[in-house]
Nanobody, 125 residues
Framework: QLQLVESGGGLVQPGGSLRLSCAAS????????IGWFRQAPGKEREGVSC????????YYADSVKGRVTISRDNAKNTAYLQMNNLRPEDTAVYYC??????????????????WGQGTQVTVSS
């Protein structure tokens, strides 16, 4: 079964940190570009970060730049999103996705082949 499973979400105070994990099964994640997205209640899905499958180039939304790091561990077939200095406005359901598109840029949303089920991140005091 081809799937992505996120974990690592939870409740954290402002200024805190979380590391989200995205474990792939049924396919080899390092052949794919990875994207992290989030969706807050009443808002559209937002791209947070992505990593190219070609050269590992990374991209971040301005809203998270400097606070978030995307990475992958090919041996574990898992991608990560390290989030530091979290703010209440980071509260959302976070999704990881994998795209087979061969590009150094972030794939378009419709170009992602696999999506995880999402993990809730709540930043509140």
């Amino acid at each position: 079964q081809l799937q992505l499973v996120e974990s690592g979400g939870g409740l954290v105070q402002p200024g805190g940190s979380l590391r989200l994990s995205c474990a792939a099964s049924g396919f080899t994640l390092d052949y794919y570009a990875i994207g992290w997205f989030r969706q807050a209640p009443g808002k559209e899905r937002e791209g947070v970060s992505c990593m190219s499958s070609i050269d590992g180039s990374t991209y971040y939304a301005d809203s998270v730049k400097g606070r978030v790091t995307i990475s992958r561990d090919n041996a574990k077939n898992t991608a990560y999103l390290q989030m530091n200095n979290l703010r209440p406005e980071d509260t959302a359901v976070y999704y990881c996705a994998a795209s087979g598109i061969y590009t150094r840029l972030c794939p378009e949303v419709h170009e992602y082949n696999y999506w995880g089920q999402g993990t809730q991140v709540t930043v509140s005091s």
